[in-house]
């Protein structure tokens, strides 16, 4: 079977290749990859820019969609559609950029009927966590009356997905991005208005003019310090990525003073149950008319350039590997 595969033996290499089917660990689900997609940690494991791996040699690819080929688990069958994130797979687990995949029941989500494979990949991870951000926001009360939300890094997956999806459920949508020429891109999902992303890029003040109700930030570092900094009293901010650096450089203030809450949201270890929720909703309530419109299809085999791509912010919105 081919498949992306990462080796350090001791220099790194990357390289679409055939591996035998038996070196596949060993798990109680086979099942036949159609479709995978690229995410941020799918480019960093790629191009070696963080020690995302932590076995080797290692299949990428954090993410999959397909069907099952055979199963000693009572909950899955041959013919059952699966989708795939996260669990570690793609770091100490053979991943999904290949053509088959040896995964544990339990970490398999039933696919909604109303997506195929295609759909369900141009989503991914990004668009995952983009609905388990929604959910967090919702969960602290966050109405569409309240007032604005702003998405960071909106042109990456996570954050087009979060514009479509928040303006879809009636929110009103301020998108923050580094690309001025993707300001009609991001209209088109919603986006009420567009912001360059130097406003908040740099150090500010611990305490700003209120602005925000809610935040979806994959950015952290001083983005999410400003954004919280500039949180309207009471506001919610849904932090799910690092894309600016993992430091956060705030103080106490907008969470004393403003009554700000900061929720941490997690994609690669979630529940089940909450994933499938997450999984249902995207299903039901994105409109997926606008999934052509954000997502391009590459091969195995052009999955490598593409990460270097994603890794330098050549990429807007989401690519879809077919196996």
Known sequence: MKALLLSKNPEFTAAVTEVNEDQLPKADVRV?????????KDGLA??????????????AGIDGSGEVLSSTHPDWKPGDAFILNGWGVGETHWGCLAEQASLKAEWLIRRPAQLDAWQAMAFGTAGYTAMLC?????????????????VTG???????????????LGYRVVALTGKPESR????SLGAHEVMDRAALSEPGKPLQKER???VVDALGSHTLANALAQTRYGGVVAACGLAQGMDLPTSV???ILRGVKLIGVDSVMAPLARRQVAWDRLAREFNLSLLPSMTQTIGLDQAIDKAHALMAGQVQGRWVVKT
């Open 46 to 59: 790629i191009t070696n820019k963080s020690p995302v791996v932590r076995q080797w040699p290692m299949v």
């Open 212 to 214: 925000w109700a809610g």
């Open 32 to 40: 036949r990859v159609t479709h995978s997609t690229l995410n941020f």
């Open 184 to 187: 009609s891109y991001l209209s």
């Open 253 to 255: 203030m907008p969470f």
């Open 134 to 150: 929604v959910m967090a926001l919702q969960d602290q009360g966050l109405q569409p009356g309240d007032g604005e939300v702003l």
């Open 154 to 168: 909106a042109t990456g997956g996570v954050g087009s997905v979060a514009v479509a999806l928040l303006s879809g």
